[in-house]
Structure formats: structure tokens, C-alpha cells
T-cell receptor
Framework: AQKITQTQPGMFVQEKEAVTLDCTYD???????LFWYKQPSSGEMIFLIY??????QNATEGRYSLNFQKARKSANLVISASQLGDSAMYFC??????????????FGTGTRLTIIP | KAGVTQTPRYLIKTRGQQVTLSCSPI?????VSWYQQTPGQGLQFLFE???????NKGNFPGRFSGRQFSNSRSEMNVSTLELGDSALYLC???????????FGPGTRLLVL
């Protein structure tokens, strides 16, 4: 079974609109971490935001927020006021075992976001 | 502070050859992880090093190996290259266990 599922292969969004990228995960661990990374065409993976499984509040980093619904096992990324520079691949990733577990990140298949002027 | 650096950025090899990729982590970071990204398999974990010790290994054949030096710089080696080894190889570093991994720009390897 897929541990990280991103069901949107591609999305087109008008500039300045908000966009939600979906991510669901599957784990039996009680302690885990969820990450979102952005990958422009250059290839580098850029860290955006992190949510720990025990964090009670949704994480926010500037225009990025993570809508964490633990019971549904979803960790959607919300980008507010999208910009042309947001066009890229976006990956959801999970690290199982909590803060003192292994460092392996399991990635989803990604969503290609295109911002339309 | 300088980010993660990887060298070389691009590499072309032929089947049967071997290759060594290098990764310099962010200053102060002691954990280095390696990932392979291909269109077919996506992003897959190769291995992770901390204080010169391999702590975790992904599901890759023994042709893939790595090491970490005392200054936390890491190298990965692929021997007897196959066409399917063509990929973007990404290195990531973190301060330590359980902390955010920051990625380098990657090395694009093409095997002919």
C-alpha cells in the first residue's frame, strides 16, 4: 500500500488565488513527521513546512500552511495568494518513528502546480 | 550559511563503469541522506549516515554504497552502472536525528 498518496498529478491555478494540494498518508506509528517540499525545474528540493504528529496546531510558514487532520490521515498544503514563482512540483513526505526514529523520508508521487498569470 | 552542495552537477557514464558522487552538508549538520529520483520510481531513499556510520539503508542492490567522512562530507558510489541507474541523485543534510532535511541541487547521472 502507498504510504503517501498525492491524488492530483497536476493543477492549474490563477495567480493570486489560494490553492490546496492534497496528501494522505498511511502509518501505524503514533509518532511521525510530515513534510512538504517544492521542486522547481532546476531539481533542488526546497523545504516548505513541517508538521509533527503530536503538534496540536496546524503548522504555518509565511504563505504556506498545513491542514493537518490526524483522524483522516491527511496533511494538505495550502498556499495563499499564489505567485508565478510557485509553479513547480510539490512533494509530500513522511518520516516514521518520531523525532528519534530513522531518517528515511517516504515521498508521494508529487503534484505539478502551474500558476496562470 | 551555505546550503548543501553536490558535485558534479551533471555526469555521463557508460554501462559497466563506476561513479562517485560527492555531497557537502550544511555547516554543523551531521546527518547526510541520499535519494534517487527517477520518472518511473519517483523519490527513493538510498541510505543515511550520521557521524561516519550508516544508520539506515534503502532497498537498493549492493552496487550502491556510501560513506561519510569525519567532516560530515559524504560520497556515494555506484559500481557496474546499468542504464536504469540514470537518475537525479539528491543529497540531504540535517542537524541530527528527527530534524528537517535540507536538500542539495542534485547530481544528474546519465548512463549510456
Amino acid at each position: 500500500a502507498q504510504k503517501i498518496t498525492q491524488t492530483q498529478p497536476g493543477m492549474f491555478v490563477q495567480e493570486k488565488e489560494a490553492v490546496t494540494l492534497d496528501c494522505t498518508y498511511d502509518t501505524s506509528d503514533q509518532s511521525y513527521g510530515l513534510f512538504w517540499y517544492k521542486q522547481p525545474s532546476s531539481g533542488e528540493m526546497i523545504f516548505l513546512i513541517y508538521q509533527g504528529s503530536y503538534d496540536e496546531q496546524n503548522a504555518t510558514e509565511g504563505r504556506y500552511s498545513l491542514n493537518f487532520q490526524k483522524a483522516r490521515k491527511s496533511a494538505n498544503l495550502v498556499i495563499s495568494a499564489s505567485q508565478l514563482g510557485d509553479s513547480a512540483m510539490y512533494f509530500c513526505a513522511m518520516r516514521e518513528g518520531g523525532d528519534f526514529g530513522n531518517e528515511k523520508l517516504t515521498f508521494g508521487t508529487g503534484t505539478r502546480l502551474t500558476i496562470i498569470p | 550559511k551555505a546550503g548543501v552542495t553536490q558535485t558534479p552537477r551533471y555526469l555521463i557514464k557508460t554501462r559497466g563503469q563506476q561513479v562517485t558522487l560527492s555531497c557537502s552538508p550544511i555547516s554543523g549538520h551531521r546527518s547526510v541522506s541520499w535519494y534517487q529520483q527517477t520518472p518511473g520510481q519517483g523519490l527513493q531513499f538510498l541510505f543515511e549516515y550520521f557521524s561516519e556510520t550508516q544508520r539506515n539503508k534503502g532497498n537498493f542492490p549492493g552496487r550502491f554504497s556510501g560513506r561519510q567522512f569525519s567532516n560530515s562530507r559524504s560520497e556515494m558510489n555506484v559500481s557496474t552502472l546499468e542504464l536504469g541507474d540514470s537518475a537525479l541523485y539528491l543529497c540531504a543534510s540535517s542537524l541530527g536525528t528527527g530534524l528537517t532535511q535540507y536538500f542539495g541541487p542534485g547530481t544528474r547521472l546519465l548512463v549510456l
